[in-house]
């Protein structure tokens, strides 16, 4: 359907006979190169539609010019949605932490209780759970100081005679679902905890 929408012609009958002579037609454009196509393309297919040319290839250029234009306007359009879907999402990616961060802990609280207009008095503390990412993105848009890492605990046990960090219940959700959009670092503590 995707293909169809923005590649059109890509069914066209008859387009094998002309495509020699059209550039870019047998591959698939980028959206920004689909945007150009007519503007580009429109000269080189009026210099293809001479006389002599047999009336079914003057047909299939014809269609062929039409099929760009839409194509063209319908790369636009798709342009633009994604352009307001960057927008709403750099929208909601942005989080308020300040109200939560500890300055002295250097650490994020748990939440806030709306009802009683406070923060409440546990926090994020162990580096070996999902509350890393919170802390890692923070940092990365410049909300959190890069002291706030650090100040997460490192406290450790063994398993299986190896050193692994501790957790708050040591789930496979605190230790592993970081690892599914955070890199990971080879001879690490979280590295280690991992193995």
């Known amino acids: 359907m995707e293909l169809t929408l923005l590649i059109p012609w890509i069914s066209l009958p008859g387009l094998g006979v002309v495509s020699a002579s059209i550039p870019h037609v047998e591959r698939i454009p980028t959206l920004r190169e689909l945007t150009k196509l007519y503007a580009d393309l429109m000269p080189i297919i009026q210099q293809s539609c001479t006389a002599d040319r047999p009336m079914t290839e003057l047909k299939t250029l014809t269609e062929l010019l039409a099929l760009f234009s839409e194509a063209s306007r ?16 750099e929208e909601l990616s942005y989080m308020e932490y300040d109200f939560l961060y ?3 802990k250097r650490l994020l609280s748990i939440g806030y ?3 009683e207009k406070r923060v409440d008095a546990s926090y994020y503390d162990l580096l070996a759970s999902e509350a890393r990412l919170c802390n890692f993105v923070a940092i990365a848009q410049g909300q959190l100081p890069q002291e706030s890492w650090f100040a997460l605990g490192r406290s ?3 398993a299986g005679g190896n050193p692994v960090l501790f957790s708050w219940s ?11 959009v955070m890199p990971n670092f080879k001879n690490t503590l979280l590295d280690q905890t991992y193995l």
């Open 74 to 89: 319908r790369a636009q359009e798709r342009i633009g949605i994604v352009n307001q879907l960057v927008m709403h999402i």
């Open 102 to 104: 500890d300055k002295n």
């Open 113 to 115: 209780n709306a009802d």
């Open 156 to 158: 450790l046990t063994t």
């Open 170 to 180: 040591g789930s496979m959700f605190e230790y592993l679902m970081p690892l599914l």
